[in-house]
T-cell receptor, first 113, second 114 residues
Framework: AQSVTQLGSHVSVSEGALVLLRCNYS??????LFWYVQYPNQGLQLLLK??????LVKGINGFEAEFKKSETSFHLTKPSAHMSDAAEYFC???????????FGKGTMLLVSP | EAGVAQSPRYKIIEKRQSVAFWCNPI?????LYWYQQILGQGPKLLIQ????????DSQLPKDRFSAERLKGVDSTLKIQPAKLEDSAVYLC????????????FGPGTRLTVL
């Protein structure tokens, strides 16, 4: 079975500050890992994904994440937050070769001026 | 390229009533998913279709929920009768194939059961 734990239901940063959203996974097989973003009243949009290639993955809107097998982590970072980054972020895991996703509970990112 | 379409966007019903949601996936996408997203939680898979066949419905409450994808294109999800705890956003997603690992999501239908 696979699972995802996102630490912190809410994260608050100031505009221009570093964004760090934490995700730890549990998987009995090599995982595929994903970060999705959800803006109010919208569906989920893929930010980036790890599928066993490079461990540092770059995504859209300046976000990146690093797969660390020893720590079973896939934390999402962005060097400088923008007001437009305020949204809910979901980490998800799937098995290699399967598309079914298991999501974490989400982290709401709040950006203050 | 048109995205995943869902309707209605919002629905309010009373408990014990019936409701249906519709989803039209991206053209050519063989795999379709329905998720339930309760407030404060991540999406939970209800059912996965590959063309018009069910791949996984292990988390679908079959006593009240049903879904179909008769022609392998659009899909409907039905709840009959609805309970208060069914209040949630119902998301539809699609991918090109069963092993594709990028799902494209629709805007969702927000259901409120009173």
């Amino acid at each position: 079975a696979q699972s995802v734990t996102q630490l912190g239901s809410h994260v608050s940063v100031s505009e221009g500050a570093l964004v760090l959203l934490r995700c730890n996974y549990s998987s009995s097989v090599p995982p595929y890992l994903f970060w999705y973003v959800q803006y109010p009243n919208q569906g989920l949009q893929l930010l980036l994904k790890y599928t066993s290639a490079a461990t540092l993955v770059k995504g859209i809107n300046g976000f990146e994440a690093e797969f660390k097998k020893s720590e079973t982590s896939f934390h999402l970072t962005k060097p400088s937050a923008h007001m437009s980054d305020a949204a809910e972020y979901f980490c998800a895991v799937s098995r290699s070769g399967y598309s079914t996703l298991t999501f974490g509970k989400g982290t709401m990112l709040l950006v203050s001026p | 390229e048109a995205g995943v379409a869902q309707s209605p966007r919002y629905k309010i019903i009373e408990k014990r009533q019936s409701v249906a949601f519709w989803c039209n996936p991206i053209s050519g996408h063989a795999t379709l998913y329905w998720y339930q997203q309760i407030l404060g939680q991540g999406p939970k898979l209800l059912i996965q279709f590959q063309n018009n066949g069910v791949v996984d419905d292990s988390q679908l409450p079959k006593d009240r929920f049903s879904a179909e994808r008769l022609k392998g294109v659009d899909s409907t999800l039905k709840i009959q009768p609805a309970k208060l705890e069914d209040s949630a956003v119902y998301l539809c997603a699609s991918t090109q194939g069963q092993v594709s690992n990028e799902q494209f999501f629709g805007p969702g239908t927000r259901l409120t059961v009173l």
